[in-house]
T-cell receptor, first 113, second 113 residues
Framework: AQSVSQHNHHVILSEAASLELGCNYSYGGTVNLFWYVQYPGQHLQLLLKYFSGDPLVKGIKGFEAEFIKSKFSFNLRKPSVQWSDTAEYFCAVNEDGGFKTIFGAGTRLFVKA | DSGVTQTPKHLITATGQRVTLRCSPRSGDLSVYWYQQSLDQGLQFLIHYYNGEERAKGNILERFSAQQFPDLHSELNLSSLELGDSALYFC????????????FGEGSRLTVL
């Protein structure tokens, strides 16, 4: 069965620090990959997605993610975080053409001002 | 605002009771997904409907059931409630369901006392 692992459950950073959140998935076929973000008190929203093509994808608010097929990974990065990036981040995988999207357990990021 | 509407936003009930959560997808979206988010389990996929038909099932208990109506709104029925069912229940919608890009509602927070 598909599974998604997020390595860090809680991350605390100071403003301007660099961020990298790890995500690995277990499915061996073609997949679509996503990062969603949930700001405090808000619904989940899409941060970025990878379907095919350039494995380095850029999303909103300066976030980017790199798909490394050989490592089954899709890590999220941001060079310099801001206090407003405090949120919970979810990695998600959808089997290409499949009908369910599986989420990781989430990483809670707290950015100190 | 994602365009996905969930009601009620909050619900408090007792063990053994039954509740119904309602979801209206974005205009034009044919797919509806239900997820359960609890502190210790993360975001768990429950079930996916596409244009009125069940397409995929996840970790949904037998005490839970769902359906999607001709007008595409969906209901999640939770019965014989237990304390452990207390969670945030999210509905998400997408255009087709096969590409995984989801638009989430704000969730229904269920508290079972």
């Amino acid at each position: 069965a598909q599974s998604v692992s997020q390595h860090n459950h809680h991350v605390i950073l100071s403003e301007a620090a660099s961020l990298e959140l790890g995500c690995n998935y277990s499915y061996g076929g073609t997949v679509n990959l996503f990062w969603y973000v949930q700001y405090p008190g808000q619904h989940l929203q899409l941060l970025l997605k990878y379907f095919s093509g350039d494995p380095l994808v850029k999303g909103i608010k300066g976030f980017e993610a790199e798909f490394i097929k050989s490592k089954f990974s899709f890590n999220l990065r941001k060079p310099s975080v801001q206090w407003s990036d405090t949120a919970e981040y979810f990695c998600a995988v959808n089997e290409d053409g499949g009908f369910k999207t599986i989420f990781g357990a989430g990483t809670r990021l707290f950015v100190k001002a | 605002d994602s365009g996905v509407t969930q009601t009620p936003k909050h619900l408090i009930t007792a063990t053994g009771q039954r509740v119904t959560l309602r979801c209206s997808p974005r205009s034009g979206d044919l797919s509806v997904y239900w997820y359960q988010q609890s502190l210790d389990q993360g975001l768990q996929f429950l079930i996916h409907y596409y244009n009125g038909e069940e397409r995929a099932k996840g970790n949904i208990l037998e005490r839970f059931s769902a359906q999607q109506f001709p007008d595409l709104h969906s209901e999640l029925n939770l019965s014989s409630l237990e304390l452990g069912d207390s969670a945030l229940y999210f509905c998400a919608s997408s255009v087709s369901g096969a590409d995984g890009e989801l638009f989430f509602g704000e969730g229904s927070r269920l508290t079972v006392l």
